[in-house]
């Protein structure tokens, strides 16, 4: 099974750039499609951003379009979050999943923990 844990959080001000980093060990990942949500406090968790087990399919909340990239390096186990531009409405736990690019949280099979990311005006 696999197990995930996402880094690369912190406190930054509007506007800054910020990398997450979602690490797999375990087996599947390169099998697996994955995405990016978040939960902002007082809210339910939101899909951000999926890909394909390739990578060459990508899909996006319209919230992040233009300002979030994901990717993924399958020889690394590893899944990014590249997120430019940040709002402070961008402020949420962000958690790493595996098993859907569809941006359906029921679909996902495998979550992290989370990373923590506050924007400040």
């Known amino acids: 099974q696999m197990q995930l844990e996402e880094s690369g959080g912190g406190l930054v001000q509007a506007g800054a750039s910020l990398r997450l980093t979602c690490t797999a060990s375990?087996?599947?990942?390169?099998?697996?499609?994955m995405s990016w949500f978040r939960q902002a406090p007082g809210k339910e968790r939101e899909f951000v951003a999926g890909?394909?087990?390739?990578?060459?399919?990508?899909n996006y909340a319209d919230s992040v379009k233009g300002r979030f990239t994901i990717s993924r390096d399958n020889a690394k186990n590893t899944l990014y979050l590249q997120m430019n531009n940040l709002k402070p409405e961008d402020t949420a736990v962000y958690y790493c999943?595996?098993?859907?690019?569809?941006?359906?949280?029921?679909?996902?099979?495998?979550w992290g923990k989370g990373t923590l990311v506050t924007v400040s005006s």
């Open positions: 999943a595996g098993g859907s690019y569809r941006g359906v949280a029921s679909r996902m099979t495998t």
């Open positions: 375990g087996r599947g990942f390169s099998d697996t499609a």
């Open positions: 890909l394909i087990f390739s990578g060459t399919a990508t």
